[in-house]
Each structure stands twice: as C-alpha cells, then as structure tokens.
C-alpha cells in the first residue's frame, strides 16, 4: 500500500542550531501534509502544514518544504530549543472530492536536543 | 482553536473485560472522528473512522467486533475494546477536524494496559 516514510528515525542537535528533519511520501495523489510534535504520553500537537499547491511554508521558527517531484517533505527548525525535544511526525492527506479523508502517519523522527 | 478531549487519559483492566474511551469535541461539532493506535515507539496507525449517526468505517485488519465504535452525537464518538487481552495494551488517540481550522486535533491519548 502508499505510505509515508522518514529518512532518520533519530536527530540529536545541539541547543540553538538549526534542525532538519525530512519525510518521504508515496501517494502522488495526497495534496496535504502536517506536521505533528509529540511529547512522551501525549497526543500529536500540530505544528505546521503545506498544501501541495505550495512548496514553502514558513510558521515561528518552523518552516515546511515540499518537493512534490522527488514526493520529499521536510521540516526546518530554527535555534533549536530543549524543548523541541520530542518525537516528529508528518502525516499526508487526500483531500481531493472534498472529503476530510483521514492521515498517514510517517514513522517518526525522535528529535534530542543537548544543552 | 480547537479542542478534543479524550477520557480517560490511562486505564488499566482485567483480561476478558471491555473499556470504553471517550472522545469529544469541545468547541465544534464533528461529523467525522478517527481513531488511531500507537505501539510504544512506533508510529500512529488509523483503526477506524467514525461516522456521526452512521456505522463506523475500519481499516483493513482490525476487528470490528472487538473495537466497537459509537458516534451518537456531533461531539462524542466513544471507542469499546471488548474482551481486552493484554495484546490490547496500547495507546489510543482520536482526532477530528473543526471547519476552518489548519490541521486535525488530537486527544490527548488514553493509555490502556490490560493485565
């Protein structure tokens, strides 16, 4: 089946440097991508989102890039703070028709910042 | 904004017996709500989508009968595990989506353990 996957299962990045964090789609047909912020214990937290008729998108110190040719996906945080400590997810969606569709998590990236 | 809120946020039971998960939409009616799983590590797999006022749409794989979901009202869909066994032991998240807003909200999970 099309699924959503993830370059590095781990990050570790030093406090204030910039961190990338990457995802590779398969269904050409998805037209929306999230990214979602988990802490230990709880649920996702959105952090950001792009639509496939864009290719940047940029939020406080967050920035989503899509590249639909190569279906990559990647997240930029800027000066990395402790606590963006947590485990990072995109999700990819089928918005086409109209329906809310559901979302195909990716396997996560663990993002570990040291002070 | 939007707010989901999932009860309880952890659980434990007997073998054999069923828990029932609540999910509601605090500020918005949702016609549509998912239910994810998550094994420890690992990323959110789609269980089931639930339909306000209509039977529930499972992913291929999961059971049905065991995992029975309930969307009475345009604010609660309720998950049932019945006959829990330890194999059940997971964490479970709902999500939906309030018109006009980015993205999909998540609960803040329920983390069952069955002993």
């Known amino acids: 089946g099309e699924s959503v996957g993830l370059h590095l299962p781990t990050l570790s990045v030093q406090e204030g440097d910039n961190s990338i964090i990457n995802c590779a789609y398969s269904?050409?047909?998805?037209?929306?991508f999230i990214w979602y912020k988990q802490e230990s214990g709880k649920g996702p937290q959105f952090i950001i989102d792009?639509?496939?008729?864009?290719d940047k998108r940029q939020g406080q110190r967050v920035t989503v890039l899509l590249n639909k040719t190569v279906k990559h996906l990647s997240l930029q945080i800027a000066a990395t703070q402790p606590g963006d400590s947590a485990v990072y997810f995109c999700?990819?969606?089928?918005?086409?028709?109209?329906?809310?569709?559901?979302?195909?998590f990716g396997k996560g990236t663990k993002l570990s910042v040291k002070p | 904004g939007a707010v989901v809120s999932q009860h309880p946020s952890w659980v434990i039971c007997k073998s054999g017996t069923s828990v029932k998960i609540e999910c509601r939409s605090l500020d918005f009616q949702a016609t549509t709500m998912f239910w994810y799983r998550q094994f420890p590590k690992q990323s959110l797999m789609l269980m089931a989508t639930?339909?306000?006022?209509?039977?529930?749409?499972?992913e291929q794989g999961v059971e049905k009968d065991k995992f029975l979901i309930n969307h009475a009202s345009l604010t609660l869909s309720t998950l049932t595990v019945t006959s829990a066994h330890p194999e059940d032991s997971s964490f479970y998240i709902c999500?939906?989506?309030?018109?006009?807003?980015?993205?999909?909200?998540f609960g803040s999970g329920t983390r069952l353990t069955v002993v």
């Open positions: 999500s939906a989506r309030k018109p006009g807003v980015y993205g999909y909200t």
């Open positions: 269904n050409s047909a998805s037209d929306y």
């Open positions: 999700a990819e969606n089928s918005q086409s028709g109209g329906s809310q569709g559901n979302l195909i």
């Open positions: 792009i639509r496939s008729n864009m």
């Open positions: 639930s339909n306000e006022g209509s039977k529930a749409t499972y």
